[in-house]
């Protein structure tokens, strides 16, 4: 058996001491108030989000027939959950929060980490919290303007509002936090049981016309198909979000793969049962055309109640929203931990216990973002970075069994499944290469500006005058919002 001192790295979060805190000398840190209830909704929460809601089209362009659609839908589920799975063994052997960005740290060293870290930072987490922001404006106007796309500067406004608002409760407590999680994960999940009951009565009637020859019309096209299978997994994407706040779950080895498994086994029925529900009454050349495929639905069938739709789609962006920024926050603070961000970032509010500093640095990268017409196409410049960066993370599953063959595992997944998902990550990463060169090779000029940027600002040694520059700044910010560092439990 191999010395045990030689994964103390592994466990360097430990160090942190993330122990519930009663006092003052019990030091200041984050408690782990994440239950298993927390956890399943943090997931699902980000998980489901507006897609499934707006429009399936993404998937349903790309396979042509209702029956490769449906498996395609299917398959992807299967595959994040094996993704998921491979987590579960991830999250429990490295106990630190930040998901790949940990795991890849340990794998691969500081410089692979920080790149993931950088683009996470500077477009991947506040674009899209803009963007799904923009969504929850839109379809709270959405009764006020039933004919007609609503204003863009109402739409922003609104963004804004639903932004600032979450970002002042992630400040205020993580309890309201996971929450306003917990509500707005059972108000998505109840939009879904109605449309899924709804398609129940609807086959039940007899409105299967649509299902009757599911296989027509098929694309023959391996290379098209597997487009659709890209969306599919897009759509599926948040699966790996409570493994960015591991440290703050009770009770992981026990709580993290109930989680998992309880979370994928809810977000792949629900959306398998969705699309059904929807193509009963909802045929596939008006899915390609509807801009909202759930609010078509409820308009043909919920007569004057049709309007609660676009309130749960709103509904659901706002759950999303919080569930990016809830992890984000925790993202950031670990990699300032590390050296590879601001010093501000690693501090916790003395009386709240909140990474607050990390928060409002989230939120305002996300605001900042609400004035750009651009987002849309920075998500799709790096879509192949968060899969290269996944990829990587699983396939550290193989790398530890090789490095760390005698590290404590609670729990240890068949090598079989990160070998599956690492090959599908490849195929993940050459396609948009070969369907989207162009934007491709944007992505990968955006990941290579964090070579300079490490070189800089973590590598090499600042000048004292620099040092002193930030230190003020850093003691400014301490003493504008009562932030410490993270402290030890002391005797």
């Avoid at 090789?402 to 997944?413: F, G, L, S, Y």
Wanted: with cysteine; charged share 10%.
């Amino acid at each position: 058996m191999a010395d045990k001192a030689m994964y103390s790295p592994v466990k360097a979060a430990n160090a942190a001491n993330v122990a519930p805190i009663s006092g003052s000398s019990e030091g200041i840190s984050l408690k782990p108030k994440i239950t298993l209830l927390n956890g399943i909704t943090v997931i699902v929460g980000s998980i489901i989000g507006s897609g499934i809601f707006v429009s399936p089209k993404g998937v349903l362009q790309y396979t042509g027939s209702v029956g490769l659609f449906l498996l395609v839908w299917l398959l992807c589920g299967v595959y994040s959950a094996i993704g998921a799975y491979c987590y579960c063994e991830l999250g429990l052997m490295i106990q630190r929060s930040g998901a790949d960005y940990a795991y890849i740290f340990e794998a691969f060293g500081p410089l692979i980490a920080f790149l993931r870290l950088w683009i996470e930072c500077i477009i991947v987490r506040p674009c899209t919290q803009a963007i799904v922001a923009m969504t929850f404006g839109i379809y709270i106007l959405k009764p006020f303007y039933p004919d007609c796309p609503p204003p863009d500067s109402s739409v922003r406004l609104l963004a804004a509002v639903c932004i600032l608002v979450l970002v002042f409760i992630n400040c205020v407590s993580v309890k309201w936090a996971t929450r306003v999680q917990d509500v707005f994960t059972f108000a998505k999940c109840t939009a879904l049981i109605i449309i899924i009951v709804t398609g129940i009565v609807q086959l039940c009637k007899g409105h299967y016309e649509n299902l009757q020859q599911p296989f027509a019309n098929t694309e023959t096209n391996v290379a098209t198909a597997a487009l659709g299978f890209y969306s599919g997994l897009f759509a599926y994407q948040g699966w790996n979000y409570l493994n960015f706040v591991i440290e703050e779950f009770k009770e992981p080895e026990r709580n993290l793969p109930k989680a998992i498994a309880i979370s994928m086994t809810i977000s792949v029925i629900m959306y398998v049962l969705t699309n059904i529900a929807f193509l009963t009454t909802v045929s596939p050349a008006e899915i390609l055309a509807s801009p909202a495929v759930a609010v078509l639905f409820a308009e043909r069938l919920y007569g004057p109640m049709a309007w609660l739709m676009p309130v749960f789609v709103a509904m659901s962006t706002f759950g999303t929203v919080n569930g990016i920024l809830f992890t984000s926050a925790r993202l950031f603070y670990v990699g300032a931990r590390e050296g590879h961000m601001p010093e501000i970032l690693t501090m916790i509010q003395v009386k709240l216990l909140t990474p607050m500093p990390a928060v409002l640095f989230m939120g305002t990268l996300s605001l900042l973002y609400l004035g750009s017409s651009q987002i849309y196409a920075l998500i799709n410049y790096v879509s192949f970075v968060c899969w290269l960066a996944i990829g990587m993370a699983v396939f550290s599953v193989i790398w530890f069994r090789w490095k760390w063959p005698d590290a404590p595992r609670p729990i240890k997944v068949h090598i079989i499944w990160p070998i599956i998902y690492t090959l599908g990550s490849i195929f993940l990463v050459v396609l948009p290469c070969i369907s989207a060169p162009k934007d491709t090779g944007i992505g990968a000029a955006i990941l290579l500006t964090g070579f300079p940027v490490y070189y800089l600002f973590v590598w090499l040694d600042k000048p004292a005058k620099i040092n002193r520059m930030l230190d003020s700044f850093t003691l400014a910010m301490q003493k504008l919002m009562i932030v410490v560092p993270e402290t030890k439990k002391t005797d």
